[in-house]
């Protein structure tokens, strides 16, 4: 198999201008996918934080980390980049759309110049074609949140730094820009030790000390910024490492109101739903990984793959404990991987050409029952998807089906028979567990017609090898059907929930147009709304900042003070800046869910109901000015 498939290499390298021109165009296809849905999704909670948050960090309304200021709960840069671009091109969701869309195009060329670089030219356009066929991962990019800032830093930041014959220089700017990176969003701290590791291991015995303009490039990016918001900035150290020396900067002890009851059912299906949405990244890593190559083309290529590895493997981790380990945000998970897919597909990349398609049998029997396994929980998280491709009425028809020598007796009367349970517990059961077994039995089929086709080889010693590789040759070949099936609703065809049929910016730019007609400069304005993306369209207005992140910022808490200087609020400092706000806006979901808000409003009227901000039901936002 080895053999056929350096073969099939070498033809197509012949033609590597061929894979350029085909890079190219599947380049254009990703841009214009990216447009459409940087119009087309409505804007979040997170989006309008990074958006309006930066924008009164860049423009020193506030600073990051400032008590009585806004909560900050990132690192700043996350804030402040897309505060500076506001800056620059104007306030507003449509500079924040199109700084994702300028980022997301940025990335896929960094990662197809690096794929290119450690792969070959045909395994860079399967990197295009890998993330062109991922329609989950280029919306959350072109969402204006972190996504696609922390994934184009990563890419120029593996560009830069990866392979032996890199300079100087580019280890300087390799170090910068995984300093920003961090500084973009704290999960990403093991890059530092990680990449400052790897490139002494790559240089060493040819003059390490090269590694060392890494380092300096870290410590610009990375320390500087500790330096400018020190020491105010270890109280987000301090929530993730609640170390005694740090507990002068520990957040007030407080009762979160948001606390979510996620069952273990969740975090189950948020798991395998990381594994949809990113098929390509995570489950081609793990291929990587059983079919390890034996045989290297260099050592710079061992040493670039061990470095990738290790560092998915601790990224993952760590997002799927943020994530699956806590209760705020349980379903982030396939949200987070997306920071940092990049790195699995760069480690296809640069493993995919010397895969051992004959491992260990110890990694073949892994390699086979974590990929069922794979398989069997991705299809859990569909079980949704599952019952719109099979229709309404499926599962009925196949309980009603008669059971084979029992007198017409339907399935689930025997089953409700032999094991006492009735109908709806066995509906319930072969709605979650059906989707379940089409997958395993899926995988099955395709090891076995591997197995098969590879058998057939002739000679004795041939078919005995090519037996040996079966199981490889299915491994690759439900890796590579998940990537040409990864646009379709079984993988990460799924994830749509933001979609609207038609443009939502001017929805957006509309009602902040409206805004300004009614609310003048200088007011005070109370926030009951969901994504302060709006409020950018007043940049003139005094806003109570703790608001801005709603129910995920406001405690139970008697200590106002210690709310206020931290970023978050409670009830009594609710009805105290309602008392003295002279215009309140609210988004109509958010009136029905608020009895005591309602109420208060009788002291004010209403004066303005905007047009929707987008497709979505009650997007409206009401203006209430004080009587």
Not at 122 to 133: E, F, M, N, Q, S
Not at 221 to 227: I, K
Not at 621 to 626: A, F, P, Q, S
């Amino acid at each position: 198999m080895m053999l056929m498939m350096k073969s099939f290499l070498r033809f197509f390298d012949r033609r590597s201008f061929l894979a350029d021109l085909l890079s190219v165009i599947g380049m254009a296809v990703y841009a214009a996918m990216l447009w459409m849905f940087a119009h087309i999704q409505v804007s979040v909670l997170d989006e309008g934080l990074y958006l309006y948050k930066g924008w009164l960090f860049a423009s020193g309304r506030y600073a990051p980390f400032q008590q009585f200021g806004p909560w900050t709960n990132q690192m700043p840069l996350s804030f402040l980049i897309p505060g500076w671009m506001e800056m620059l091109f104007g306030l507003g969701m449509r500079t924040g759309r199109m700084l994702a869309f300028a980022l997301s195009l940025l990335m896929i060329l960094g990662l197809w110049l690096t794929s290119r670089r450690l792969g070959g030219r045909w395994v860079a356009l399967g990197v295009i074609v890998t993330l062109t066929l991922n329609p989950a991962a280029a919306r959350m990019y072109t969402m204006a949140a972190s996504q696609g800032l922390v994934a184009c830093l990563l890419a120029w930041t593996m560009f830069f730094s990866l392979g032996a014959d890199r300079k100087n220089w580019q280890l300087f700017v390799g170090g910068l820009l995984a300093g920003v990176a961090v500084m973009v969003r704290i999960n990403l701290l093991p890059l530092l030790p990680l990449l400052a590791m790897y490139v002494f291991w790559e240089n060493w015995g040819r003059g390490y000390k090269s590694a060392f303009w890494m380092l300096g490039g870290m410590l610009i990016s990375f320390g500087g910024v500790h330096l400018v918001y020190w020491p105010n900035i270890l109280q987000l150290w301090a929530k993730w490492l609640p170390f005694p020396f740090l507990k002068d900067w520990f957040p007030p002890k407080t009762i979160p109101t948001w606390k979510p009851d996620n069952p273990f059912e969740f975090r189950v299906a948020s798991f395998f739903l990381a594994f949809r949405y990113h098929f390509a990244a995570l489950t081609g890593a793990f291929t990587s990984w059983i079919l390890w190559p034996k045989a290297w083309k260099s050592r710079s290529q061992f040493r670039i793959a061990s470095f990738l590895s290790v560092l998915l493997a601790i990224f993952f981790i760590l997002h799927a404990w943020a994530a699956l380990g806590n209760e705020y945000c349980v379903f982030c998970f396939p949200t987070y991987t997306s920071f940092y897919g990049g790195v699995g597909l760069l480690l296809l990349a640069v493993t995919v050409s010397a895969w051992n398609f004959n491992p260990p049998r110890w990694r073949k029997w892994l390699g086979g029952l974590s990929f069922l396994a794979l398989l069997a929980g991705m299809a859990y998280s569909a079980e949704g998807t599952a019952e719109i491709l099979l229709g309404e009425f499926f599962y009925k028809h196949l309980l009603a089906t008669p059971f084979p020598f029992w007198k017409g007796a339907q399935i689930w009367q025997v089953v409700a028979n032999k094991f006492q349970l009735e109908y709806k517990v066995i509906f319930d059961a072969v709605h979650a567990w059906f989707p379940v077994a089409l997958a395993v039995g899926f995988g099955l089929l395709t090891f076995a017609a591997a197995r098969i086709l590879m058998s057939r080889k002739t000679g004795a010693s041939v078919a005995v090898s090519a037996r040996d590789e079966a199981l490889g040759v299915g491994l690759v070949a439900l890796t590579v059907i998940g990537i040409l099936f990864s646009a379709t609703p079984l993988l990460a065809g799924e994830y749509n929930s933001y979609d609207c049929p038609t443009d939502v910016i001017p929805g957006y730019e509309a009602a902040g147009a409206e805004l300004r007609q009614v609310i003048p400069s200088g007011a005070t304005v109370y926030w009951a709304g969901y994504s302060p993306v709006t409020l950018l369209a007043l940049p003139d207005v005094t806003i109570y900042p703790s608001q801005l992140h709603g129910t995920y910022s406001f405690r139970i808490a008697d200590d106002d003070q210690a709310l206020l200087k931290y970023g978050w609020w409670n009830q009594y400092l609710a009805e105290k800046w309602l008392y003295e706000a002279d215009f309140v806006l609210v988004e109509q979901r958010n009136l029905k869910s608020n009895d005591w808000l309602e109420e208060k409003l009788l002291n004010f009227e209403r004066v303005l109901v905007t047009g929707a901000q987008s497709c979505q039901p009650d997007s409206t936002l009401l203006v209430y000015r004080r009587k």
